[in-house]
T-cell receptor, first 114, second 113 residues
Framework: AQKVTQAQTEISVVEKEDVTLDCVYE???????LFWYKQPPSGELVFLIR??????QNEISGRYSWNFQKSTSSFNFTITASQVVDSAVYFC???????????FGAGTRLTVKP | DGGITQSPKYLFRKEGQNVTLSCEQN?????MYWYRQDPGQGLRLIYY???????QKGDIAEGYSVSREKKESFPLTVTSAQKNPTAFYLC????????????FGPGTRLTVT
């Protein structure tokens, strides 16, 4: 079965620092999908990005960037010039595209201090 | 505004009582999901539904029940058989299946005493 590991339980940075959240996954399939979600203190998970296994191009969206490396089975998320509003729990997730197979990592709690 | 609504935000019940959590979506999504989140942990799938009148058990379905009579609605009942029901419950929907991103509601925090 597929598995997602987010080894960093908590990270604390000072505003304007760059921070990278690690995500390592395990799957036997060649076709799979990776996701990142943000959970602010309000509780609702917010979708950030979806990446399929055939697209290894890194993506940048404003201060957010994602580094997908199949060779190391990693899909890391970097926030540049962090802000207090970035404080949240961030989840990485993996799906092989079948029913009932989305698996979430345990999450990384990011605290950005002013 | 399109989205998912869950009500109520906070729910308190006495042990031994069944309780139903509401989830409604107006995104016209076929698939809907219920997750449970415990403090410091990731999400665990309780039930999911790919189509009206059909639903499947997830990893932790024991003590829970669902129905899917309408595309827009997927209520979750936490029964008295659920041994540890106090948790944060999240409902989600997606266009079709797990290959696509899921959109989440604001969640319901259930406390059973």
């Amino acid at each position: 079965a597929q598995k997602v590991t987010q080894a960093q339980t908590e990270i604390s940075v000072v505003e304007k620092e760059d921070v990278t959240l690690d995500c390592v996954y395990e799957t036997r399939d060649t076709t799979y999908y990776l996701f990142w979600y943000k959970q602010p203190p309000s509780g609702e998970l917010v979708f950030l990005i979806r990446r399929n296994s055939f697209d290894e191009q890194n993506e940048i969206s404003g201060r957010y960037s994602w580094n997908f490396q199949k060779s190391t089975s990693s899909f890391n998320f970097t926030i540049t010039a962090s802000q207090v509003v970035d404080s949240a729990v961030y989840f990485c997730a993996l799906s092989e595209g079948r029913n009932n197979d989305m698996r979430f990592g345990a999450g990384t709690r990011l605290t950005v201090k002013p | 505004d399109g989205g998912i609504t869950q009500s109520p935000k906070y729910l308190f019940r006495k042990e031994g009582q069944n309780v139903t959590l509401s989830c409604e979506q107006n995104l016209n999504h076929d698939a809907m999901y219920w997750y449970r989140q415990d403090p410091g942990q990731g999400l665990r799938l309780i039930y999911y539904s790919q189509i009206v009148n059909d639903f499947q058990k997830g990893d932790i379905a024991e003590g829970y029940s669902v129905s899917r009579e309408k595309k827009e609605s997927f209520p979750l009942t936490v029964t008295s058989a659920q041994k540890n029901p106090t948790a944060f419950y999240l409902c989600a929907s997606s266009i079709e299946g797990d290959a696509y991103e899921q959109y989440f509601g604001p969640g319901t925090r259930l406390t059973v005493t």
